[in-house]
């Protein structure tokens, strides 16, 4: 059973930087891939990055690129969203998901998603 945990999140001003990590356990597959995606009260769960496991590339929403990336620790199976040039519009909570598969920037392709962890960015 493959599980994930999100960590890192917190309050932060805007312009400064927060780094989330997303632990996974149980994963047995040979190739797949790991996205991270936010949401906030009210709207739909929006695709922030993407990392695939078989090839190493990786894709970010529009919103985002430029200001995150997203990383992994094999050794550590750890993943990683290190997010710089906060502003109060990335203000959501995060979740780290996983598939057996292609990578894709929208939520209904995955099915294994961690509980979340709150960001928050004031002005």
């Known amino acids: 059973r493959v599980l994930l945990v999100e960590s890192g999140g917190g309050s932060v001003q805007a312009g400064e930087s927060l780094t989330l990590s997303c632990i996974v356990s149980?994963?047995?597959?040979?190739?797949?891939?790991l996205a991270w995606f936010r949401q906030v009260p009210g709207k739909e769960r929006e695709g922030v990055a993407s990392f695939d496991f078989g090839t190493g590339s990786t894709a970010y929403g529009d919103s985002v690129h430029g200001r995150f990336t997203i990383s992994e620790d094999n050794a550590k199976n750890t993943a990683y969203l290190q997010m710089t040039s906060l502003n109060p519009e990335d203000t959501a909570m995060y979740y780290c998901?996983?598939?057996?598969?292609?990578?894709?920037?929208?939520?209904?392709?995955?099915?294994?998603w961690g509980q979340g962890t709150q960001v928050t960015v004031s002005s």
């Open positions: 998901a996983t598939r057996a598969g292609d990578c894709y920037l929208a939520a209904s392709w995955y099915n294994i």
């Open positions: 149980g994963y047995t597959y040979t190739r797949g891939c």
